[in-house]
């Protein structure tokens, strides 16, 4: 219980440094922070091929991806641009309370349909080869879905990125618009 | 054993977290970090399902998510650095041409 | 003996070839075609008029409205002359080929040379049209036909505003007196059963109250299309137009229509005293209006069209005493002079480059010898000086008026008194004198002299085809078979007395005219000068009758349009609001697209909690 305490904390103030902290970086950690906690208490869920996976491709490659990204684009300065529609935020934070509070009475009234003991055992500790037979017998189609999906973006993302070698128009790019382009 | 429900919260919580710094994030990585704040508190909710049934195909439905989480950000950084590109800045505000 | 369709179909050929090819006919060679079809159907009109001396010539064509008045009653397109329409056609096309003539030289450079004559072609067609019908409402036809061609030739030079106004001022006056013809017209179908004119003039007609209405709608048309009181004032500004289509139309032949439409249906009129007397004291009084308006006019054409619009008042005068053949004597007198006046001003007008002011001539005697001497030769005739064509037509209305009513011929005298002063001051105006103006006046071109001699000729001599001189004359004794009426003549000392009076108020007429401006001096009449330069407010009077009330219902309308206009927009921008609300949703920021997902999560997430609320409690 007080690990899972723990974690939750460690999760939440990673959440809350995610979408709080100033400088873009600390976002990311905040983030791989939060993600790995949430690793942890998939393992308390009996999930350990997930926790695996979480802390190899999300806390690993996909946040390394974002941190390269952010440093690429030089986003980690905050922005300092006038906001143009200030009532969002206030929206935001409004909707959120109301949001969360809703959820914590709706998912605080959560019934087990069994015994916890009877389920977890019935995992099998979450393990790969349970898992990867669930996937590759009743998920087979959704696997291989994904798997092709994986590809496109491969590619899709190199097509998106990729600088044409030769420019058949000579005219240069449209210039930054000044004060636009120095606060990102 | 830890109840379902509190892993419930947490997931509750995370996922309110993350909507709302889709809102107050005013630059387009951050937004997308926020989505996957999102996605991840939807992963911890759908594993303790996972475990509340007994089933393993909440796991395996996770690891599908988490797959199509790194497709997804995959193309959505490339659709960035294209906008940066072009605009040289990730802010989301000025990409308001889509008027109603 | 020719077909008569020939008179019509001549000209109307003419119009058709110049309005479609008119571009083809280069130099003044559509002049010349206008001219010499005009020149043919006047040779037609002349062949007809010797072989009709006996017996009427009535051609029905073809069934224009088959059953139109019940079985057997059909409207019919025919052409009917006798000698009334013989003599009105031989004027028609005589003076309308001297003034194509004429025109030729007036218009050489004007850039629509062309359509000029296609109008003067399509008018005479029109005209001849309105005097061969041989019912009322092929009449009618004709009537409306050269009031097109009125409005198109007022308008000619459509470029300038005023033209173009005063081209559809003279439409809408028009159209007033048009409406009084057309329900004479109904009326004499619903008394009669027929409106063909030979038909009904050997109907007997009784005389009761509804001929009398009969007789006063065909009044009001004759005096809307012969610019009588009321509808006067169109005339004057129907100057406007080129000077040949002011001698044509608004002088010798379509003004004059009013007066035939009433020669044609004496035998209406003569039955109906009443609308007779009407007629000739319209006639009379539009005489003295007119000739009170001409006094102190200064524009060479305005002092024209309100001596015009006198000599027709008298002609009404004529007519609506029973003088039907004084009327007609007078019509054919006044084609000459005043077309003879109308062309001598169209003349001084091309010679002084568009000038129209009389102040800023003078002295044109010297410059232009033979257009002096026409207009004085015409100033005689109209001013009734002896052996001059005015004479004898005047004393015959003005003697047939005395035999009527004293008073009416003593307005008439009176009114002679004016037209030989208002004629002489014209005269003295742009001829005596020095001249005022800054142009170099130069004689015309013989395409243009040959015209103004042959009418010259005419009207100094054009009197000898009906002298009343002491009992019958010749035109008398033709027109008898047609109008068949026994004339009013008075006993010879009182007619010898008449003609001497009238001729001595012509001479004192021309005394006062000489003692002011003899030697070019440019006085105003003192007192009555300003009345008569406005023509006696009689526009001002419309302007404030009915032109001001117009306008004032008009803006009320439209104000209240604007009301109801402003309703209707405001009840769209009240529904179109809520839209633009939902607008500001749409605002394109993708933040504010989130927010909208996160409220609609929100409502989906609080419905579970009430619910789940609702269940626990």
Redesign the interface.
């Known amino acids: 219980?007080i690990l899972?305490l723990i974690l939750?904390l460690l999760?939440?103030v990673g959440?809350?440094l995610?979408?709080?902290a100033s400088n873009?970086i600390h976002?990311?950690l905040g983030?791989v922070g939060?993600?790995i906690s949430?690793a942890m208490?998939?393992v308390?869920?009996?999930?350990h091929?997930?926790a695996a996976?979480?802390v190899i491709?999300?806390a690993g490659?996909?946040m390394v991806?974002?941190l390269f990204?952010?440093m690429?684009?030089n986003?980690a300065r905050p922005?300092s641009?006038r906001?143009?529609?200030p009532y969002?935020?206030e929206?935001?934070?409004i909707?959120?309370v109301?949001?969360?509070?809703?959820?914590?009475?709706?998912?605080?009234?959560?019934a087990?349909?069994?015994s916890?003991?009877?389920?977890?055992?019935?995992?099998?500790g979450?393990a790969p080869g349970?898992?990867g037979?669930?996937?590759l017998s009743?998920?087979l189609l959704?696997?291989e879905a994904?798997s092709l999906?994986?590809l496109?973006?491969?590619i899709?993302?190199?097509a998106?990125?990729l600088r044409p070698q030769v420019q058949e128009d000579p005219a240069p790019?449209?210039a930054?618009?000044p004060g636009?382009?120095e606060?990102? | 054993?830890?109840?379902?429900?509190?892993?419930?919260?947490?997931?509750?919580?995370?996922?309110?977290?993350?909507?709302?710094?889709v809102?107050?994030?005013?630059?387009?990585?951050?937004v997308?970090?926020?989505v996957?704040?999102m996605l991840?508190a939807a992963?911890?909710a759908m594993?303790?399902f996972?475990?509340?049934?007994?089933?393993?195909?909440a796991?395996?439905?996770?690891?599908?998510v988490?797959?199509?989480?790194?497709?997804?950000?995959?193309?959505g950084?490339?659709?960035?650095?294209?906008i940066?590109?072009?605009?040289?800045?990730?802010?989301v505000?000025?990409l308001?041409e889509m008027k109603g | 003996m020719l077909p008569v369709y020939l008179l019509p179909l001549l000209p109307f050929l003419g119009f058709l070839v110049l309005i479609l090819f008119g571009r083809r006919f280069p130099g003044p060679l559509a002049g010349a075609l206008a001219s010499a079809l005009v020149g043919l159907a006047f040779v037609v009109a002349l062949i007809d008029f010797f072989s009709v001396r006996s017996v009427p010539m009535h051609e029905l064509l073809w069934s224009w409205l088959p059953g139109i008045g019940g079985k057997g009653h059909n409207l019919e397109i025919g052409f009917y002359l006798d000698r009334l329409s013989s003599l009105m056609t031989l004027v028609v096309t005589g003076v309308g080929f001297l003034i194509h003539v004429f025109s030729i030289g007036y218009m050489e450079h004007d850039p629509r040379f062309p359509r000029f004559f296609a109008f003067l072609n399509f008018f005479v067609a029109l005209m001849l049209i309105l005097v061969l019908a041989d019912s009322y409402p092929l009449m009618f036809v004709g009537w409306e036909g050269v009031g097109v061609a009125s409005y198109l030739l007022i308008g000619f030079w459509f470029e300038g505003k005023i033209n173009a106004n005063a081209a559809r001022k003279a439409f809408v006056m028009n159209r007033i007196g048009d409406l009084g013809f057309l329900l004479g017209i109904f009326l004499i179908f619903r008394q009669y059963g027929t409106t063909v004119l030979p038909s009904l003039a050997k109907m007997p007609i009784k005389t009761d109250s509804a001929l009398e209405l009969i007789c006063l709608f065909l009044l009001v048309g004759a005096i809307g299309k012969s610019a009588q009181l009321p509808l006067t004032t169109w005339l004057a500004d129907a100057m406007a137009g080129p000077t040949p289509v002011s001698a044509l139309i608004h002088a010798a032949t379509m003004v004059t229509a009013g007066v035939y439409l009433v020669a044609r249906s004496h035998f209406f009129f003569s039955q109906a005293p009443v609308a007779s007397s009407w007629v000739a004291w319209v006639g009379g009084l539009t005489a003295l209006y007119g000739a009170l308006s001409a006094m102190n006019q200064y524009d060479i054409k305005k002092i024209l069209a309100y001596s015009t619009i006198s000599q027709l008042g008298y002609m009404f005068m004529a007519v609506g005493v029973g003088a039907y053949w004084a009327g007609m004597y007078h019509l054919v007198t006044h084609a000459f002079f005043k077309a003879l006046l109308f062309l001598a001003a169209g003349s001084v007008i091309h010679a002084l480059q568009g000038e129209q002011d009389t102040r800023k001539m003078g002295g044109l005697a010297k410059t232009m010898p033979l257009t002096g001497a026409v207009g004085l030769i015409a100033v005689l005739a109209i001013s009734g000086i002896p052996p001059f064509s005015g004479f004898f037509s005047k004393e015959a209305i003005l003697g047939a008026s005395f035999a009527y009513s004293p008073w009416l011929w003593a307005v008439g005298t009176f009114t002679a008194l004016l037209t030989a002063f208002y004629m002489l001051r014209w005269y003295l105006l742009v001829f005596s004198g020095t001249y005022r103006g800054q142009a170099h006046p130069h004689e015309s071109g013989p395409v243009m002299a040959v015209p103004l001699v042959a009418l010259a000729i005419l009207a100094a001599l054009g009197g000898v085809i009906g002298p009343q001189l002491l009992g019958s004359n010749w035109l008398e004794n033709y027109l008898k078979p047609v109008l068949g009426l026994p004339s009013l003549h008075n006993p010879a000392t009182t007619e010898l007395s008449l003609i001497a009076i009238a001729v001595l108020l012509a001479l004192l007429g021309f005394l006062w005219a000489y003692l002011r401006y003899r030697s070019g001096r440019l006085t105003d009449l003192r007192g009555f000068g300003p009345i008569s330069a406005k023509a006696l407010y009689l526009d001002d009077l419309y302007a404030g009758s009915v032109a001001s009330p117009s306008k004032a219902i008009s803006g009320a309308l439209e104000r209240t349009d604007r009301v109801f206009g402003g309703g209707m927009s405001a009840t769209g921008e009240v529904l179109t609001e809520p839209g633009r609300w939902t607008n500001l949703w749409q605002?394109g920021?993708v933040?504010?697209y989130a927010?909208s997902m996160?409220?609609g999560?929100?409502l989906l997430?609080?419905y579970?909690?009430v619910r789940?609320?609702g269940g626990?409690l």
């Open positions: 219980m899972f939750a999760s939440l959440g809350v995610t979408i709080a873009a976002a990311v983030l939060t993600l949430l208490l998939y308390t869920l009996d999930a091929f997930l996976v979480q491709v999300y490659a996909v991806l974002f990204v952010v690429l684009l986003a922005v641009s906001d143009p529609i969002v935020r929206l935001a934070v909707f959120g109301l949001l969360a509070g809703s959820l914590l009475l709706v998912l605080n009234g959560y087990p349909p069994r916890l003991a009877n389920a977890a055992s019935d995992l099998a979450g349970p898992v037979a669930v996937l009743k998920f959704p696997f994904v999906l994986l496109v973006a491969v899709g993302s190199v998106l990125v790019e449209p930054a618009q636009r382009g606060t990102a | 054993m830890i109840p379902t429900s509190d892993y419930l919260l947490l997931s509750g919580l995370l996922f309110t977290l993350g909507i709302v710094g809102l107050i994030r005013r630059t387009a990585v951050l997308f970090l926020s996957e704040l991840n992963n911890l594993v303790a996972a475990r509340a049934w007994g089933q393993l195909q796991q395996s439905a996770v690891f599908i988490m797959t199509l989480a790194a497709a997804e950000v995959a193309i950084l490339a659709i960035l650095i294209a940066f590109r072009k605009r040289v800045s990730t802010e505000d000025p308001s | 605002s920021f933040r504010v927010l996160l409220l999560t929100l997430v609080l579970l909690a789940m609320l626990s």
